[in-house]
């Protein structure tokens, strides 16, 4: 019997119909590379390898790891014992599937990690709490539009598949949970910019929510920059769209004495 970590923020998924609908929702088929993220106890693992002819996890907990050895054969599933926040998802080829249950501990900074592989992602379904999944999709001059909303919607499709109440785990999570797949979008739906510069700008405009664009970036932009681009610099971050931040990240890139 594995008792759940709280350091790892484990929370086992144990309701047979929710396992079969994010399933449904993959619908993995045999000769895909899919990566499962935090296997835990198997409970997306076991009808995964139903459809799949091997299986890449990665999981941290050793004794899990151990557990997840001795269950499945090495030619069926590949071990990936380690922290997901680090891993080279690239290391596995392209076309990947990465699909989860994701710690909530951990969420945000590893759907960052990933954005990162996403030349090598052809799609990624993941069960996360809900309120991220509400931050991921929303839009502009909404609450819960913010840092997370752009850097993800700027690089992929997402869609909000299902919810996941907390009854649906063991122990039971203090909160909501949702299903949420995201599609990397192809080179020519983004626009080409200095990405690095691009999060600098996004995370400046959001580092202080209250206050307006004229205070948050008023070090990297001046009256006439945001007028020749038509923003008004009385507005707070979240009323900009993506394509107002690309706007700032390209007028940045072409001011070098301000880019540094």
């Known amino acids: 019997m594995h008792t759940p970590r709280k350091r790892f923020g484990q929370n086992f998924l144990v309701d047979d119909g929710v396992i079969h609908a994010i399933v449904n929702a993959i619908r993995p088929q045999a000769g895909e590379t899919v990566v499962e993220i935090g296997p835990g106890l198997g409970a997306l693992t076991r009808p995964l390898l139903e459809h799949l002819t091997h299986l890449h996890v990665v999981e941290l907990d050793r004794d ?26 690239a290391s596995l080829g392209d076309g990947l599937r990465i699909v989860g249950n994701l710690p909530y501990n951990i969420s945000t900074p590893l759907l960052f990690h990933l954005l990162t592989f996403a030349p090598h992602i052809r799609d990624m379904t993941f069960m996360l709490q809900k309120e991220v999944v509400e931050r991921m999709v929303a839009a502009p001059s909404t609450p819960d539009y913010g840092r997370l909303s752009i850097m993800l919607q700027r690089r992929c499709h997402m869609d909000w598949l299902l919810d996941v109440p907390p009854t649906a785990f063991n122990p ?48 990297l932009f001046t009256p006439a920059d945001f007028a020749a681009l038509g923003i008004d610099p009385g507005l707070r971050a979240e009323a900009l769209a993506i394509v107002d931040y690309e706007a700032l990240t390209c007028r940045l890139a072409a001011q070098p004495a301000r880019n540094g």
């Open 64 to 89: 899990l790891v151990a557990r997840l050895r001795r269950t499945w054969p090495a030619d069926r599933m590949t071990v990936h014992e380690g922290d997901a926040l680090k891993f080279d998802f």
């Open 172 to 219: 039971p999570p203090k909160v909501d949970s949702a299903v949420v797949r995201l599609i990397p979008k192809t080179p020519a739906e983004i626009a080409p910019l200095d990405e690095a510069l691009f999060a600098r700008v996004v995370a400046a405009a959001f580092a202080q929510r209250r206050k307006t664009l004229k205070n948050t970036l008023g070090t």
